[in-house]
């Protein structure tokens, strides 16, 4: 059956029908041809034409199935009736892609796949105003699908194939000579008929009715002898353009030599049949044009952009039947009696967003010194969403961070706590504490860079005498000095006369001929984590009848960094009050303040310094006698 199928799509080519006829008259009548009536009687073909149109305003970008053209499917044509951006694709039923499968864009060339020849075209984007089409003759071996991949609105289509039909037809006995019809193929001038409606539906399905062509089956009863047929050229069709060379299909039809009546083609020699079906028609030159490119991009993503175009002067010197033209490029002023189309133009794909600011700045970031403050800015849509930064112009963005200065800080001693265990058990020992300089809440300064003696890192403790020991005895390791971070950790050790178990201790020189075990070493049970720290009490605000100091309290880690994870139960105070005595009247006309601010100045404690102890003489005069040990050394404690 698919050989019968592939002779068949053949005849939509060439002759074969015609030499079927031949053979049916040569034979004589006692022959027992495939159509004779006394032969097994076979399948009738008939074609049925599928015709389709596909048009759509708007599509989602991206693949969309047009039409499944079924196996069997030959003469098939697709093609794009309105030039746009869009492009055709191909894939068989099994899944393979054959043309522009998978986002990737095939050259315009022949394509062998489901056993015949597909022919893709896509013709010059800026010269040619027809659109792509594929076309091959089949027939197919496997369901062929068709797809368009939308880039552009409007898409317009038409497609179209042949199927055949198979019906079975008996003859009546009583009518030998008669010979079964054979299936007609529509030529090309009923496709091009049906082609020109206006209302082809989609998938509207044309069934093409097939006539007989009758001779008689027996020469043996014709007396007369057999007519010559020759060919002979009735006409031509319409050209295909009407300037510019273009072509038009030349009509010939076969006749009876003698009356030049018309008859079916197949009764001429098809050797002697005319192979001149085209001529060249309405050879004039076509006027030039302007020949317009698409659009470009939008120069912006939102707010007022400009576009470009080619625009060229275009002629137009041949057009082939099937509508492919061939043109040249002239100069611009060929096409001068024409105004030139615009190039360039403005475009706006949406309203850009603005940049919004939504809170005012905040605290800065330290007490005193240089440290940053913030504020929030986000992109807002025209509709007030919040969008990604990148929809807004970077270049116009205010700034959501700056420098703040809060003044110069005062270089302070911080000390941890003192450590809860002494490092011996009795006799004498140690607690330890970390000692830092600090200025603000992430520098740590050298040691040497703060004012006033570094205060101690580690003090004595007594727990009372340890009893006696018999030699060189080494009692065991103290509790380390510091619960955590770095600390120290002592042990006694004891000259010891051992007499037949009765222990009693020997001066120390008995023992100097022995190697003396070491009484103090470095230890570390872990990091401290977070501890807090406090600076020394500030001068009090006043001198007399109750006032307040003020000390500095930071939570650090062990690098010294600032930190939230301190418990704030043990907190120490960072406020108390002060000079609590009444006031007493002295005056001294000759040291005075000059400032009405000199309790700061106390505060800051620079009164050390000459210049602030002249300007505010009363108040650091009457300080230094409440606190005279802040004018030598400037040092924290815990």
Same mark, same amino acid.
């Given at each position: ?9 053949? &005849?939509?080519?060439?002759? /074969? &029908? ?30 049925? !034409? ?20 079924? /196996? ?40 062998? #796949? ?76 009923? &496709? ?59 009509? @010939? ?16 020699? +098809? =050797? ?8 060249? $028609?309405?050879?004039? =030159? $076509? ?47 060929? *096409? ?18 603005? @940049?919004?600011? %939504? ?10 010194? !240089? ?20 929809? *807004? ?16 800080? #005062? ?21 330890? %504490? ?11 300064? +050298? ?26 005895? #080494?009692?065991? @390791?103290?509790?380390?000095? #510091?619960?955590?971070?770095?600390? /120290? ?76 994870? $301190?418990?704030?139960? &043990? ?68």
């Amino acid at each position: 059956m698919a050989g019968l199928w592939q002779q068949l799509c053949s &005849l939509w080519q060439g002759r /074969a &029908l015609v030499l079927l006829h031949l053979i049916c008259l040569l034979s004589p009548a006692s022959s027992a041809l495939p159509w004779d009536t006394k032969a097994r009687s076979s399948p009738l073909e008939e074609f049925e !034409v599928v015709k389709g149109n596909f048009s759509r305003t708007f599509l989602r970008v991206g693949y969309h199935k047009i039409v499944e053209i079924p /196996a069997g499917a030959c003469n098939i044509s697709i093609m794009e009736t309105i030039k746009s951006r869009n492009y055709l694709a191909l894939q068989a039923q099994s899944g393979i892609s054959i043309i522009n499968g998978n986002w990737v864009i095939d050259r315009p060339g022949i394509y062998t #796949a489901l056993g015949t020849q597909l022919t893709y075209r896509r013709p010059n984007e800026i010269r040619s105003r027809n659109g792509e089409s594929i076309t091959a003759p089949g027939p197919l071996t496997e369901d062929l699908h068709v797809y368009l991949i939308y880039q552009q609105p409007g898409p317009s289509l038409y497609y179209e194939y042949s199927m055949p039909l198979n019906t079975h037809s008996t003859p009546e006995p009583d009518t030998p000579s008669d010979i079964l019809p054979l299936a007609e193929t529509v030529g090309p001038s009923h &496709l091009d008929k049906r082609m020109d409606q206006d209302d082809i539906s989609n998938n509207n399905i044309i069934k093409e009715t097939p006539h007989p062509n009758q001779v008689s089956s027996d020469p043996s009863l014709n007396s007369e002898p057999p007519p010559t047929y020759t060919w002979t050229r009735t006409g031509h069709q319409e050209c295909s353009t009407t300037c510019g060379t273009g072509k038009r299909h030349v009509l @010939w039809e076969c006749v009876e030599r003698d009356s030049h009546t018309t008859v079916p083609a197949d009764l001429c020699d +098809p =050797a002697t049949e005319p192979t001149n079906r085209e001529e060249d $028609c309405n050879t004039q =030159a $076509c006027p030039a044009y302007w020949d317009v490119g698409e659009w470009s991009e939008c120069s912006r993503m939102c707010g007022p952009g400009t576009q470009h175009r080619q625009v060229i002067c275009s002629q137009v010197t041949h057009i082939q039947v099937e509508g492919t033209e061939t043109s040249v490029t002239l100069a611009l002023e060929q *096409c001068g009696s024409f105004e030139k189309p615009v190039t360039k133009s403005v475009c706006q794909l949406k309203i850009c967003s603005q @940049w919004e600011i %939504r809170s005012e700045w905040s605290p800065c970031s330290v007490p005193c010194g !240089v440290g940053q403050r913030s504020r929030e800015v986000v992109c807002v849509s025209n509709a007030g969403d919040v969008e990604d930064d990148q929809e *807004c112009n970077i270049n116009l963005r205010p700034d959501n961070l700056e420098n703040c200065d809060m003044g110069v800080c #005062a270089r302070s001693w911080f000390t941890s706590l003192w450590s809860q265990q002494c490092s011996a058990e009795c006799g004498i020992g140690n607690r330890s %504490r970390t000692v830092v300089c600090l200025t603000d809440h992430v520098t740590d300064l +050298p040691l040497d860079s703060c004012e006033g003696e570094r205060p101690p890192e580690v003090t004595s403790c007594d727990y009372g005498h340890c009893q006696n020991r018999l030699e060189w005895y #080494a009692g065991p @390791w103290g509790q380390c000095s #510091a619960e955590c971070g770095n600390g /120290a950790q002592t042990r006694s050790v004891a000259c010891i006369f051992n007499n037949n178990g009765q222990m009693e201790v020997a001066d120390e020189f008995k023992c100097s001929s022995l190697s003396q075990p070491i009484t103090a070493q470095r230890c570390r049970l872990k990091p401290c984590g977070v501890q807090w720290y406090v600076t020394d009490w500030s001068a009090c605000s006043r001198s007399c009848n109750g006032g307040y100091r003020v000390r500095e309290v930071r939570c650090l880690t062990d690098n010294i960094v600032p930190s939230d994870h $301190c418990e704030p139960s &043990l907190m120490p105070e960072s406020r108390e009050e002060c000079n609590k005595q009444p006031c007493l009247a002295e005056i001294n006309p000759l040291c005075s303040n000059q400032y009405h601010n000199c309790m700061v100045v106390v505060q800051a404690r620079l009164c050390v310094y000459p210049y602030y102890r002249s300007v505010c003489c009363a108040s650091c005069s009457h300080a230094q006698k409440t606190y005279p040990n802040s004018f030598q050394k400037n040092h924290i404690r815990r």
